[in-house]
């Protein structure tokens, strides 16, 4: 699936006051539009690539590790569209610029073959025979129309489990049709079993991601508890009050004079008090 897709890709600019750019565009027009193409007409800053460049009218890599229905990647790190207009504010209404890009078989195919998950962006290639099978009645193998990737996400809920349906790529924003009852018996066993348990491959990366930060998180806890007594000791057996001191976890630190800040002769008391002696960091409120 990780391949690149060789094509064309024309830069257009047309200015309707002339009589044959008018005409050029309204052709261009037409038959993008019997293609079934679209026309997203959006701000070029929105999709400038690297360098703020476009690529050139002429030959274009494509990749495919991520395919969409309209746009793709290219190999250079450009956004490009199948067709697309540029509506910069700046651009009066009569002038028609952007680009459109030569629609090879490969890349058609790339979008057909490819199925992706609607719950979760999975993407993976379609099966032989995917869809129907050689009789041309929905396959019942039901772990090919559905996505295996999701079923143990926590937002994932009841209602949406047919949004897991694998659609090709080709179509934008395609409805998934509801669960049947043989795939709602199909996948309720598997989703409530990977709501508990974490089998997948996302699962097992996000439990140990789940164990480093409890672990992180308890010895963070444990070592700003113990930091807290021995330094509320230390104050205690050096005869100074803790009535106006607190230990700040978030800080790490001491802060005298929280309750009601030190006055001179106080702050002097105190600091003759602690000498330089008081090991752990501190600061000082000072009316
Ligand atoms: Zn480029
Ligand atoms: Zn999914
Ligand atoms: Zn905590």
Redesign the pocket.
Known sequence: MDSILKTEIHQYQYILSRESEAAEWSALNRRLLDEGRECPSMWSGAIAGPGRTKPETGPVELETAHLFSDQWNTACGHRVFDWYLDAHPNISKSCKRGHWLEITPAMREARRNTLVCGYCGHYQQAPAGWGCDSDGNPRSDLEHVFCPDCAGSEYLDEKSLHLRRLLPVEKRFPKRAPLTDAERAYLLPIYQHAQIRGNTERDRKRLAKCRADIIE??R??VANAETERDGMIWLMDHGIRTGNVIFY?HKGAFCFGWRKPLGDAEFSELTESMGAEFPFEYEIKRA
């Open positions: 998180h308890a963070r806890d976890d």
